[in-house]
């Protein structure tokens, strides 16, 4: 085929579907107007039915698309399979009408969500999702959670649990619940910026009170830790146990799966050492006198610093 160019006038500039898309594709992020802090685009209707919001405006692969004034109410397939299902909503290009809507595709029982549909070629559907949709077996009832893809100002708004599920290489989102910015290298989500933030992390535990604050800093990449003094309640604490102090990291600011350790002076000048656990333990963002004299009544454990990068 020749080279060409659309609109043309030797064609009186008349424009196809397909080359309405090829045109457009790029001129927006494929996605729904708005940003998380909006309402739900889906939520749970009466029974096995989902509600699209009204007035929701978007666009995907360059065909804009409404809700309406009314918004709709889709339904959704029961479920006997024995089996928890999960259908996905999609907002859904038809090549075969030249239509977007949004509809309820059904999932497989036992096997998560079913897979986006994205044909980039002249036919086929292309889908973004909205919402997944739980349906129990035997349900008289389904629950939805959110899953929408916004358009953002070449930058994608999003949080960190609803990234777009087939990025292109190149593209950026900035998650709004925990304000990392982010780029998808072809593999993973590499992370380019993450907030800064000083976070008050005491907790109160019965068997412990602190004495000031516990804070934490975190300047991009690198967490600091400063802990309040701690002393001892309730019953005088062996040797041999472990015992929780009162502090918690919160999840955004944890290491990944990094145990840190750090000496602390205990009344006395005595010497113990406390654990902060990393986000994939038990004791996830927790920090432990694990390694002590034995601590009575009354008796304290000192400040400490530590430091690691997240």
């Not at 889908?127 to 997944?132: H, K, Q, S, T, V």
């Not at 599920?165 to 993450?194: I, Q, S």
């Not at 602390?264 to 963002?285: E, M, Q």
Request: with cysteine.
């Amino acid at each position: 085929m020749a080279q060409a160019s659309w609109p043309d006038p030797a064609d009186s500039r008349v424009v196809t579907d397909v080359q309405h898309e090829k045109l457009a594709a790029r001129y927006s992020d494929d996605g729904v107007y708005g940003n998380p802090g909006d309402a739900a685009v889906v939520t749970a209707g009466v029974g096995l039915t989902v509600l699209v919001r009204a007035g929701v405006y978007g666009s995907l692969r360059g065909h804009g698309w409404t809700s309406g004034t009314t918004g709709d109410t889709l339904p959704v397939d029961a479920n006997s399979s024995g089996q928890t299902r999960i259908d996905r909503v999609v907002l859904r290009l038809d090549r075969s009408t030249w239509t977007v809507r949004a509809v309820v595709k059904p999932g497989t029982p036992g096997a998560g969500a079913p897979a986006l549909t994205q044909a980039t070629g002249d036919t086929g559907l292309y889908e973004i999702p909205l919402a997944d949709v739980t349906v129990l077996n035997g349900a008289a009832a389904v629950t939805v959670t959110r899953r929408e893809l916004w358009v953002g100002s070449r930058v994608r708004p999003c949080t960190s649990s609803s990234r777009n599920p087939l990025p292109n290489v190149g593209e950026m989102c900035l998650e709004t619940d925990t304000g990392t910015v982010r780029m998808w290298d072809g593999t993973t989500w590499a992370v380019l910026r993450k907030t800064d933030a000083t976070v008050n992390a005491d907790v109160t535990l019965t068997a412990w009170t602190a004495t000031g604050a516990s804070v934490m800093e975190r300047r991009g990449d690198i967490c600091v830790l400063r802990t309040a003094y701690f002393e001892r309640k309730g019953s005088n604490l062996s040797t041999a146990s472990d015992s929780r102090l009162p502090l918690l990291i919160p999840s955004a600011h944890r290491h990944a799966y990094l145990q840190m350790h750090t000496p602390v002076y205990v009344t006395g000048s005595r010497i113990g050492v406390v654990t902060l656990y990393p986000d994939n333990h038990d004791r996830a963002g927790q920090l432990w006198i694990t390694t002590h004299p034995g601590i009575n009544v009354g008796q304290t454990i000192g400040t400490t610093t530590m430091t690691w990068a997240v």
